[in-house]
């Protein structure tokens, strides 16, 4: 930090919360509010902006003097675009000086010495980084052993005193009971002594425990007394924090000096989702890609075969690119194409009959009910493979029969819900995902081919199937086909091997 005695001058509050500023002329006042205001995603159908009562900004600095923590990175790096200098006084008191990554490295061999599983190197890394930084994010691709690197840093604090009671906060009740099972399977000749509180629906409370695993459902529903003795906070699945409940939470968590995150896919650079994790965490320490994990061997390749469907006819096409031309609003049209695609049964015949000739297991992923019962009850009648069904409403122990089903089976189909297996699902035995439905969310892109990176024995690969809805005319291009795009992107971006295959047939609606 540039010592100086004019320029930005902030001070870490003494609780740790905030960054105040001190001393700041008129342009970098400026240039910090313009900088730490982003408007919300989709701000132009919020019915409050529709009716001209908010402008959609969100601003992460308040009365000209308050920045959240979190985000003292990013005015270091924005100080340092626009060559302002800068001063933060304070801010070593939210970094550990007493942990080296020479230490750290030799207690974690230390602690797995004779055990038949050894951390990674870039594993020792991330939960180096979390310690050392005590507030940040992780950014770490399926498979990279979130759960690992989670229990190294526990461990860590434990046996050294750093934390006395520690919280995980995970999004669903198999992945409390997931990490349970892991953090008791991978502390080696019971070293450190955990005692795990599971947090979730019907669970009773038990004495004396020091890591509480939970879910944002039934954490959010605790009095702000019941997190005041908690010392860390582990977000698993971070990207999901931008939800009102886990901001909820990590505010109660105010006695916590270590707080951090871990996500497959973090938000966009410089987007409002991705200031609002930093400013509820700390800035981005850690990543570790896809393709870095492929290159070493730690997970399967990703090869993604495009489906192009050709079926709608010319009249339908044109009448579709009208209602976009003539003023109708975007998401009306978009929903317009939802419905006539979801209720094509040449549509439906297609994508049936290809889940059915491809071999292996296969995850099918559909976004709406009506659609996900179509596929379920058309693949039962017409496919040979075994077909289990799962969405928001299948109780937990069904969904593990049918995720052991899959890992024990051959030739099975698990129609599921992009929001009950598109996250932190662990079922290596996947051969082929299909995405049936649209979407365009990075996030759910990322997560879902997350599910089939995983190694197996009976497999190299795993394939992506991306059915594309091609309505297109001559001078207009369609709101799914565009998201087949941006998704086409997605896999140039992650180095995953794809091709585009275009099918014309007859649609009969």
């Given at each position: 930090y540039i010592n100086i005695k004019n320029g930005l001058v902030l001070t870490l509050t003494e609780d740790n919360r905030f960054l105040r500023i001190d001393e700041a002329d008129e342009l970098e006042l400026e240039q910090l509010n313009i900088s730490l205001t982003k408007r919300i995603d989709s701000w132009r159908f919020n019915p409050l902006v529709k009716r001209g009562l908010w402008d959609g900004y969100v601003s992460y600095i308040k009365d000209n003097k308050w920045i959240p923590v979190g985000l003292w990175r990013y005015v270091m790096t924005l100080c340092k675009e626009y060559r302002f200098e800068l001063k933060i006084n304070g801010i070593t008191?939210?970094?550990?000086?007493?942990?080296?990554?020479?230490?750290?490295?030799?207690?974690?061999?230390?602690?797995?010495?004779?055990?038949?599983?050894?951390?990674?190197?870039?594993?020792?890394?991330?939960?180096?980084?979390?310690?050392?930084?005590?507030?940040?994010?992780?950014?770490?691709?399926?498979?990279?052993?979130?759960?690992?690197?989670?229990?190294?840093?526990?461990?860590?604090?434990?046996?050294?005193?750093k934390a006395n009671r520690i919280l995980f906060i995970v999004p669903n009740v198999s992945l409390v009971v997931q990490a349970t099972e892991d953090f008791y399977d991978y502390n080696w000749q019971n070293r450190v002594k955990i005692k795990i509180q599971q947090i979730y629906s019907g669970q009773k409370l038990k004495p004396n425990t020091n890591v509480v695993i939970g879910t944002y459902q039934s954490l959010v529903k605790k009095d702000k007394e019941y997190f005041d003795d908690f010392d860390a906070v582990i977000v698993d699945e971070t990207h999901k924090a931008k939800s009102a409940s886990i901001k909820d939470i990590l505010a109660k968590c105010r006695n916590a000096h270590y707080k951090f995150g871990l996500s497959g896919t973090l938000p966009k650079d410089n987007t409002l989702d991705k200031l609002t994790l930093m400013s509820q965490t700390g800035p981005v320490i850690t990543e570790v890609k896809a393709a870095f994990l492929q290159k070493e061997g730690h997970i399967a390749g990703c090869k993604v075969k495009v489906i192009e469907m050709d079926y709608a006819p010319e009249s339908t096409k044109i009448a579709f690119q009208e209602l976009a031309q003539n003023?109708?609003?975007?998401?009306?049209?978009?929903?317009?194409?939802?419905?006539?695609?979801?209720?094509?049964?040449?549509?439906l015949d297609f994508i049936v009959s290809v889940i059915s000739r491809i071999p292996r297991n296969s995850l099918v992923l559909f976004h709406r009910i009506e659609h996900g019962r179509k596929l379920y009850?058309?693949?039962?009648?017409?496919?040979?493979?075994?077909?289990?069904?799962?969405?928001?409403?299948?109780?937990?122990?069904?969904?593990?029969?049918?995720?052991?089903?899959?890992?024990?089976?051959?030739?099975?189909?698990?129609?599921?819900?992009?929001?009950?297996?598109?996250?932190?699902?662990?079922?290596?035995?996947?051969?082929?995902?299909?995405?049936?439905?649209?979407?365009?969310?990075?996030?759910?892109?990322?997560q879902s081919i997350g599910r089939g990176l995983?190694?197996?024995?009976?497999?190299?690969?795993?394939?992506?199937?991306?059915?594309?809805?091609?309505?297109?005319?001559?001078?207009?291009?369609?709101?799914?086909?565009?998201?087949?795009?941006?998704?086409?992107?997605?896999?140039?971006?992650?180095?995953?091997?794809?091709?585009?295959?275009?099918?014309?047939?007859?649609?009969?609606i």
């Open positions: 008191r939210l970094f550990d000086p007493n942990i080296s990554i020479e230490s750290f490295e030799e207690w974690a061999n230390d602690f797995f010495n004779g055990s038949k599983l050894t951390p990674r190197d870039y594993q020792i890394e991330a939960s180096f980084n979390i310690l050392k930084f005590k507030r940040c994010l992780a950014e770490l691709a399926t498979s990279a052993g979130k759960t690992m690197i989670s229990f190294m840093a526990i461990a860590y604090m434990l046996e050294k005193q003023k109708y609003e975007n998401k009306d049209v978009f929903q317009l194409e939802q419905n006539y695609v979801v209720n094509n049964q040449a549509r009850e058309s693949l039962r009648k017409n496919s040979e493979k075994k077909v289990y069904y799962v969405d928001g409403s299948t109780d937990t122990d069904i969904r593990e029969e049918h995720k052991k089903k899959m890992e024990n089976g051959e030739e099975i189909v698990i129609v599921a819900s992009y929001g009950t297996f598109s996250t932190g699902i662990s079922v290596k035995k996947i051969h082929n995902i299909f995405f049936t439905e649209s979407f365009k969310s990075e996030v759910i892109i990322r995983r190694q197996h024995e009976s497999k190299t690969d795993v394939l992506i199937i991306d059915f594309v809805d091609n309505l297109c005319t001559l001078e207009w291009e369609n709101y799914l086909f565009k998201h087949g795009i941006e998704r086409q992107r997605i896999y140039k971006q992650e180095q995953f091997e794809y091709n585009i295959k275009k099918v014309k047939f007859e649609g009969d």
